[in-house]
């Protein structure tokens, strides 16, 4: 289990390398890779500001990674977070996940993603022509993690 909140852009092949390296008990590696998209809502963004409270963040982060781990056999799990300002096609998010079976390491990676994406302590501001706004949680991410209360 590993948790990085960072400013510095990452490696994704140097990631997965690293999470299996050495290791024979692994059969699947998932990995999501979120970026900063160049439209929302319709309107060009210029960039993207990320913004948390460190400490906090990562002790969110690691509880999320935590529960994952706890629900499905994984040999591994990474997750990266940048913050700071970003450009579109910038990398945001990383997330891993190594387990003997496909399935798991799927299943984790979205469980992953489902929470990061509501309850990870970022706060996101858009940059536009018109000015910067900050962006407001979305119903459809909270729609997601109730599946993962069904199962």
Do not use: C
Not at 58 to 86: C, F, M, T, V
Not at 97 to 120: C, G, I, V, W
């Amino acid at each position: 289990m590993s948790v990085s909140v960072q400013a510095e852009d990452f490696d994704v092949g140097a990631e997965m390398a690293a999470l299996a390296e050495g290791r024979t008990d692994i059969g699947a590696i998932v990995s999501f890779t979120g970026l900063v998209r160049d439209m929302a809502k319709g309107a060009a963004i210029s960039d993207m500001e990320l913004e948390h409270y460190p400490g906090m963040t990562e002790k969110a982060l690691k509880e999320i990674e935590a529960q994952a781990n706890a629900r499905w056999d994984l040999q591994g799990s990474r997750i990266i977070h940048r913050y700071g300002r970003l450009a579109p096609g910038a990398r945001i998010v990383l997330v891993l996940t190594a387990s003997p079976h496909r399935q798991a390491a799927f299943e984790a990676a979205e469980f992953l993603m489902d929470y990061l994406k509501s309850r990870a302590p970022f706060w996101k501001k858009e940059g536009t022509a018109g000015g910067g706004h900050w962006v407001d949680a979305r119903e459809a991410d909270e729609d997601a993690l109730k599946r993962w209360d069904q199962e």
